[in-house]
């Protein structure tokens, strides 16, 4: 069917299954099963090159797909990358429909692989120690142009020789929950068993501290993990890092946390950057194991990533062990000190857009 007048069209990434299927509803579902399986799992770009397609899935492919049609087949194009020099992280600077510029990484560890996709171009949470925050926000990503990186990391993988993904998060540039529908709709689409097949357990939805969004997925009992940045432990603290906590305060935040917890029954992950002199000591640990007593908790400890704008530095390894143990000792708490993944590719958020910029 041609296009309406006025009618904007819509990339094919956008629609979840039932979607697509209603839009294939005058065809048989077997139909809308095979476009969705060349589209998602066969991470496909070149439709009308495929000649293994029933008559009637050509027909409406040309009709609906073709350059007067409602739908396109988007591809985000490839401007920059970079690979760590262990190999282990490949960072992708693609280019959306608009020129924007948004990053996907990539990280392998133990022959898994884990993408770390955007959710906005630019972001308007302005965290200091974040290269994407100093940048300032620019727009929300569509479904399509967060489910466009899967496939283009997918498809990075395979051209390499390597296995699928096994997990994603949702910590690249801009804020999840600020942009909560159009990133649900990606979720479903990627979680999807017919298409890419990354189920909500291995999905990790990582929050600055929206409040309402936070209570939202508890309301909704979303199945994905949460993983919510904190970096202070007072709100004076918290809010010479994160401006956001000037709009949610900590004491909501952690109350938020409390009624997702016991709303969901699932336990939350806490990021906190290890900046030396600011928030490493033995007491803002303890600080922290008072503030989170009572939620369940698996804390992040992620030593900076040094970026341009901020004079701050990673905590030496003896802080951090430190402070690790007074979590564990005073808060019963279990931490993980995570690895500075390339580094040299720049792989902190906004980092590798910002450098081009330059
Ligand atoms: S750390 Fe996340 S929420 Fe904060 S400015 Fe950067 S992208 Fe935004």
Excluded at 59 to 67: H, K, P
Excluded at 95 to 122: F, K, P, W
Aim: aromatic share 6%; glycine share 8%.
């Amino acid at each position: 069917m041609p296009l309406m007048a006025n009618q904007p069209r819509q990339s094919v990434y956008d629609l979840t299954f039932p979607a697509l299927a209603s839009e294939m509803s005058g065809l048989a579902t077997v139909h809308a099963k095979v476009l969705w399986r060349t589209l998602h799992r066969e991470a496909e770009t070149r439709l009308s090159e495929r000649d293994d397609f029933q008559r009637p899935l050509r027909q409406w492919i040309e009709d609906r797909m073709g350059s007067s049609g409602r739908f396109y087949l988007e591809n985000l194009e490839l401007a920059d990358q970079s690979e760590s020099s262990d190999r282990l992280t490949r960072k992708f600077l693609l280019r959306l429909s608009d020129g924007q510029t948004i990053e996907t990484v990539l990280m392998g560890y133990n022959g898994r692989h884990t993408a770390c996709v955007s959710t906005q171009a630019g972001c308007a949470m302005g965290c200091v120690f974040c290269a994407t925050g100093q940048m300032g926000f620019v727009r929300h990503l569509r479904p399509g142009e967060i489910v466009g990186q899967v496939l283009h990391a997918q498809r990075s993988l395979r051209a390499s020789g390597r296995e699928g993904l096994r997990n994603l998060v949702l910590m690249g540039m801009g804020e999840p929950l600020h942009n909560y529908d159009s990133v649900m709709t990606a979720l479903e689409i990627i979680s999807d068993r017919r298409g890419i097949n990354i189920g909500p357990s291995r999905i990790t939805i990582s929050t600055v501290g929206v409040v309402p969004g936070i209570l939202r997925l508890a309301d909704e009992q979303r199945p994905y993990h949460l993983a919510v940045s904190l970096h202070g432990a007072t709100e004076a603290d918290r809010a010479a890092l994160v401006p956001a906590s000037r709009r949610w305060s900590l004491a909501e935040l952690i109350a938020a946390c409390r009624t997702y917890g016991e709303k969901t029954g699932r336990r939350i992950f806490f990021e906190w950057t290890l900046i030396a002199g600011t928030n490493d000591s033995p007491v803002h640990a303890a600080q922290l194991a008072k503030l989170l007593c009572g939620i369940e908790s698996h804390i992040n400890l992620i030593p900076l990533n040094p970026t341009s704008r901020f004079s701050g530095v990673a905590s030496a390894g003896a802080s951090t062990i430190e402070f690790q143990r007074v979590l564990r000792e005073e808060g019963g708490f279990p931490s993980t000190i995570r690895q500075r993944r390339g580094i040299d590719v720049a792989a902190g958020c906004g980092q590798l857009r910002a450098e081009k910029m330059r």
